[in-house]
């Protein structure tokens, strides 16, 4: 990639990343500044989940070997001509999918876990800091621990991922195109 070329890719993808960073705290606050702790704690779950599942396809990507793609696509078989662009742009998809969507969601969900810490404190009237370490604890945990175990995943099973990857790629370009 030329210099100038790098240049607004790392431009693009800052915008890019601050726009999706304030839109899930938005989403986040937004949501929890009006509904229950089992509401706070879905929220807070599908932040993790978010981040788990983009880092399996960050990995997948980067992993997948091209040349059954290419097969694939020869028998026109769905969303394999899509996993060959995400194959062929795998430093681009790996920095979206790992370093945007999966930092931001580990962001978040430390916020989203320190605001639910905050409101069971208030509710609670505590100042107790097991509350806060203990949520944080299993926050971390869970992401961290998921993550591990899809990269074995996204590894052993990266032809699989890429190529559904790329069914739901063609699926919504379909979708689009009938609008």
Known sequence: MKTKAKSGWYFKIIVF??????TFTLASSEILGSVGYVMAF???AVFIFLGIIFD???VAVTAANITPFHSMAAHKETGAQEAIRLIRNAEKVSSICNDVVGDITGIVSGTTSSLIVARLMSDLSTDNILLQLGLSGIVTGVMIGGKAVGKT?????STTIVLNVGKLISLKRLL???K
């Open 17 to 22: 990343s601050m726009c999706v960073s304030m």
């Open 56 to 58: 399996i396809i960050g």
């Open 42 to 44: 879905l929220v807070l």
């Open 176 to 178: 689009i195109r009938k």
């Open 153 to 157: 995943l996204a590894i052993n099973n």
